[in-house]
Structure formats: structure tokens, C-alpha cells
């Protein structure tokens, strides 16, 4: 399967623990986008890499919200001191012009 | 941003021709216009895209008045399968943030 991958599928956090989820894009493409997405609405911009370089970031992105590409092929997004309101689908992209996204990891915080 | 509006929900009988139509009055010269469907617990999944005209593939056309300010995504024959979230987007996969998703198009397909 040469598509977009996401670990974990579903995490199970505790308030105030940190998560890191993993995005390995198509392996030609680029450009890597996170998404956020809670029940009933459409997913939202969070952060857009280039190759390694985080181009954009949604205010959506707080400071306890970081993601890196270092080496411009996976990427990890990780949220520190995790919150109720955290708890929602992150969903991964990759694109040459078209967007393929991966499977999404559902968080939940309890 | 280019902000799109679409139905909330579609209802429809399985074997008909479906039409979504997205407003775009925004859009910018440069955006490609792109829709997407969703099922439940997956990302949204690539159907279509397109600049002006008409364009067609192996599961759906687009159409897009001269003016570009909306597009509608015809589905034809659908079946049950294709009960999902239809979102159109707007924007340049070059300029990420301009990509915004809105609440999309809820389609339900019954016997």
C-alpha cells in the first residue's frame, strides 16, 4: 500500500499526558498537511511542511502543538499537556496537487 | 479565503442522478475547485477537480459556470456505497491554509 499511514489509529490519553502521532506521506510528495476534525464538522488546517520546511500554521495551533518533518519525509505531530478539547480526528495529508489523506487518528482525552 | 457554502444533507433513491452544488463566490483566479467524500472513521478521499468547464472521470463530473463562482458535482446512478460527506474545496494545494473544508454535503442513498 503506497498511500498516506497514520499511527496510531486511535489513542487513549489522560488529561494533562503528552501524544505524538506519526504521518508517513506518499513517498513522492513534498507536501505533508495536518488536519484536525471533530463530529459533524469538516476537517481544519493546522500546519503545512514543504520537504522539511513548515511553511503554515493555522492559529488553530496552539503552543502546546508541535510538528516536525525532519528529514522532509514522515512527520510527527505532538501535543503537550493534552486537554479535553484535544480530543478529536487528526488527519494527515500529502499532495503533489492533489490531496491523499491517511486514516486519521482518532484522539481521545479523558 | 475563498469561503464555500454547500446543503447541509441530500437525500436520494438509489439509481438516480445526484447534483451538488457548491457556492464559491470568492474563489480567485488561480483556485482549482475539489471535491472530496468521507466516510465515517476515514479521511476524505479525492473524487474530482477542476478549473472551468466541464470535467468528467470514471466516478463523477464537474461542472463550472463561466463566472466560476459555483460548481456542481454529479454523481450518477449513485448506490448505497456512496452514502457519505461530500465536501467541495477551493483553493491551491500550494497555499495550504487557503484549503478550508467547511461542514460539506451529507449524502444518503436508500433502497
Known amino acids: 500500500d503506497t498511500g498516506v499511514s497514520q499511527n496510531p489509529r486511535h489513542k487513549i490519553t489522560k488529561r494533562g499526558q503528552n501524544v505524538t502521532f506519526r504521518c508517513d506521506p506518499i513517498s513522492e510528495h513534498n507536501r505533508l498537511y495536518w488536519y484536525r476534525q471533530t463530529l459533524g464538522q469538516g476537517p481544519e488546517f493546522l500546519t503545512y511542511?514543504?520537504?522539511?520546511?513548515?511553511?503554515?500554521k493555522s492559529r488553530l495551533l496552539s503552543d502546546r502543538f508541535s510538528a516536525e518533518r525532519p528529514k522532509g519525509s514522515f512527520s510527527t505531530l505532538e501535543i503537550q499537556r493534552t486537554e479535553q478539547g484535544d480530543s478529536a480526528m487528526y488527519l494527515c495529508?500529502?499532495?503533489?496537487?492533489?490531496?491523499?489523506f491517511g486514516s486519521g487518528t482518532q484522539l481521545s482525552v479523558l | 479565503l475563498a469561503k464555500t457554502t454547500q446543503p447541509i444533507s441530500m437525500d436520494s433513491y438509489e439509481g438516480q442522478e445526484v447534483n451538488i452544488t457548491c457556492s464559491h463566490n470568492?474563489?480567485?483566479?488561480?483556485?482549482?475547485i475539489t471535491w472530496y467524500q468521507q466516510f465515517p472513521s476515514q479521511g476524505p478521499r479525492f473524487i474530482i477537480q477542476g478549473y472551468k468547464t466541464k470535467v468528467t472521470n470514471e466516478v463523477a463530473s464537474l461542472f463550472i459556470p463561466a463566472d466560476r463562482k459555483s460548481s456542481t458535482l454529479s454523481l450518477p446512478r449513485v448506490s448505497l456505497s456512496d452514502t457519505a460527506v461530500y465536501y467541495c474545496?477551493?483553493?491551491?494545494?500550494?497555499?495550504?491554509?487557503?484549503?478550508?473544508f467547511g461542514t460539506g454535503t451529507r449524502l444518503q442513498v436508500t433502497l
Open positions: 495529508a500529502s499532495s503533489n496537487e492533489k490531496l491523499f
Open positions: 474545496l477551493v483553493g491551491d494545494a500550494g497555499t495550504a491554509s487557503k484549503l478550508t
Open positions: 470568492n474563489i480567485a483566479t488561480n483556485d482549482y
Open positions: 511542511f514543504q520537504n522539511e520546511a513548515q511553511l503554515e
